[in-house]
């Protein structure tokens, strides 16, 4: 989140909280919000720290005979930046806030949220270019996807609002919040080599040649776990109150959610079959990483709101 984000939020937080406890003249309110909401299409970065197949010592013990195996630079030759497209997704908000209605245009409040959509899809694994990696590798790699479960975010916002009173039912209002947001992701990974050693052109040329064929063939690299970051979050919101009674108001709400990139990572499950390192020494070890664009997503929501004085 950048410093402004944060300062801006935290200015807007304290003057509730300051209006609040010296009695400003004004109204609190408590509120709470549930609705469908759309995330559009999610593309991902992904790529990792391994090395060339050939260089793995689990699959080629005589891989320190080979040039770039032990060169500081591990992507010489290996598959180490990729990504994937998955298609827009529906699920569903709910939130609280607490406000302050200073005067009759105007009102600041605190917002939380919990935003949840299941993508469930699995998508090829594309090289740079946007081309699938199975076909670049031909039979040897009949399987290379991504896929992803239940995205999540749980965030708060410092919101403010004008609202536009006038002489029907029903007031129009328009509102803006910075926020933090708290995001989680459902992923998993899944590349499967053919168990036919004489598909696995990787090995061709190696003095070893058969034996990493052999140690090749049939082999698995896979992850499956729930990556989690920390996200700056900004939010435009329109929408028209009913006021149901003196205390109590209904709300129809639209809002568009901007977050910030989401970046985590960690270790394979199962790296070409064995532990996600590439020496039997446990040296070397290989993370992977997934990180998307900014993303967003739009909601529709009801807010029944009470008037506490």
């Known amino acids: 989140m950048s410093r402004w984000n944060r300062r801006a939020a935290a200015c807007a937080a304290w003057g509730l909280c300051l209006a609040v406890a010296h009695g400003a003249a004004g109204q609190i309110y408590v509120a709470g919000e549930l609705g469908p909401a759309w995330s559009p299409g999610l593309h991902l970065n992904s790529g990792d720290t391994d090395r060339a197949s050939r260089c793995d010592e689990f699959v080629n013990p005589r891989y320190a005979e080979l040039p770039g195996c032990t060169n500081p630079n591990r992507g010489v030759g290996a598959v180490d930046d990729w990504q994937s497209d998955f298609d827009a997704a529906w699920g569903a908000l709910g939130g609280a806030a607490v406000g302050?209605?200073?005067?009759?245009?105007?009102?600041?409040?605190?917002?939380?949220?919990?935003?949840?959509?299941?993508?469930?899809?699995?998508?090829?694994i594309l090289d740079p270019a946007g081309v699938p990696f199975t076909r670049i590798l031909g039979a040897e790699l009949p399987r290379a996807d991504e896929r992803i479960g239940r995205v999540a975010t749980s965030g708060v916002f410092a919101n403010v609002y004008w609202d536009f009173p006038n002489q029907s039912r029903f007031t129009p209002f328009v509102g803006a919040g910075l926020g933090l947001a708290a995001a989680s992701m459902e992923y998993g990974a899944w590349w499967e080599r053919s168990p036919d050693a004489a598909l696995v052109e990787s090995a061709s040329g190696l003095p070893n040649e058969a034996e990493v064929r052999g140690n090749l063939a049939g082999t698995v690299s896979q992850t499956r776990d729930r990556l989690r970051d920390r996200l700056s979050?900004?939010?435009?919101?329109?929408?028209?109150?009913?006021?149901?009674?003196?205390?109590?108001?209904?709300?129809?709400?639209?809002?568009?959610?901007?977050?910030?990139?989401?970046?985590?990572?960690?270790?394979?499950?199962?790296?070409?079959?064995?532990?996600?390192?590439?020496?039997?020494?446990?040296?070397?070890?290989?993370?992977?990483?997934?990180?998307?664009?900014?993303?967003?997503?739009?909601?529709?929501?009801?807010?029944l709101s009470h008037t506490l004085r």
Do not use: C
């Open 233 to 303: 979050a900004r939010q435009l919101v329109v929408g028209a109150r009913h006021q149901l009674s003196a205390s109590l108001a209904l709300e129809l709400r639209v809002r568009w959610v901007e977050l910030g990139t989401f970046h985590d990572g960690g270790n394979y499950k199962a790296l070409r079959s064995h532990v996600s390192n590439l020496r039997r020494d446990g040296s070397e070890p290989v993370r992977y990483f997934v990180a998307t664009d900014d993303t967003e997503f739009v909601s529709v929501g009801l807010r």
């Open 100 to 124: 302050f209605r200073f005067r009759e245009r105007f009102r600041m409040e605190l917002e939380a949220y919990h935003r949840a959509a299941d993508v469930d899809a699995s998508s090829s």
